[in-house]
């Protein structure tokens, strides 16, 4: 064996061993990367009007996105928590019944629509009770991703800090660690380019387009349960905000039933107002908004977009909305460098 396959096979080992070490802090090097890439402008000015003090620099645009960014987010969670659980401890104390409410909603549909439905092999009931157990269940995630950081407080007090800790080293001294990977990459520059400068691009797309997205849909659909009346519209607010993440269906999986269980309970003309806002205006943000700050800017079909996030979330939870889309786009370029290799060839 020559010295050159052992210092392949000794670096292969290495880096095994090492991505296995890593994988209990994978998430905050993750979000410390991506922050760091999104923010990188905003250290840039810093360090422009600091002439040039890399360190300084860097610890400033940290305690920035710290007071503007992340302690606004911990607020609202709070608030979001708060709402959520209230909602929760009604529907165990049987002031909110949702057997009642699928109960009306089935009522709504005409007794021969029923039986039409009937004739061709559809139970009506059954599915009625699968869409129950399916908002139930939809509820649930959604509060258990809010309620996550405060069941794991340890490891979330970690992994929080320990992102802020790399993002101080990935602004100060990102661009040697990026020279140093872009060298080690046994590929050609041109290639190289392509592969990091869509990583690059769909992570930052899909991060701002997302955010974009949410924070629209969000404030649109809270608003508009709070002028209603629902309860709790902070809470479904943020629960619109974050299955928006999930393009084609979206904030739809909130309106859409709400408005049904308005019309159920006999508040037909708040359920017309709300399903035509739905449909009008919160769908409408997202079909204007998320192909200007996700589709194009990615460069990637929206189905591709679609099935990558879903894949995502189910597999590496929260951070595949953004590592998702990400992983997706490097497939493609890498299956086009090999195709154009193999013709040129």
Known sequence: MNRNAVLILLATGATVAFAFILTVVWQAIFWAVVLGVLFRP????????????????????????IVFVLIPIFVLGSMILAEGASFYARIQSGEVDPNATFRRLQGLLLPEIDHWLTGVG????????????????????????????????????I?????????FFIFRDGDGIYRAIFQAV?????????????????SIATLKGTAII????????????????????????????????????????????AALILMAGG???KGVILLAYGVLVISMADNLLRPVVVGRQASMPDYLVLVSTIGGLG????????LGPAIAALFVVVWQLFSEEHVLR
């Open 214 to 257: 949410g924070l629209v849909q969000g404030a649109l659909g809270g608003t508009i349960f709070a002028i209603l009346g629902i309860g709790g519209s902070v809470f479904w607010g943020a629960v619109m905000a974050l299955v928006s993440v999930v393009p084609a269906v979206g904030s739809a999986l909130v309106w859409v039933p």
């Open 186 to 202: 046994p590929l050609p520059d041109d290639q190289k380019q392509r592969l990091f400068g869509k990583f690059a691009e769909v």
């Open 267 to 269: 508040a037909w003309i």
């Open 122 to 157: 559809i139970d009506l009931g059954s599915i009625t009770e699968r869409l129950q157990a399916a908002v139930l269940r939809g509820g649930e995630f959604v509060l258990s991703l809010l309620l996550g950081a405060g069941q794991n407080a340890a490891a979330f007090v």
């Open 42 to 65: 905003v250290m840039k000015w810093m360090e422009t009007r600091l002439s040039g003090r890399h360190g300084i620099a860097a610890a400033l645009t940290v305690l920035l996105i």
């Open 315 to 322: 597999v590496l939870g929260l951070s595949g909305f953004v």
């Open 159 to 167: 992994n929080f800090f320990l992102t802020l800790y790399l993002l």
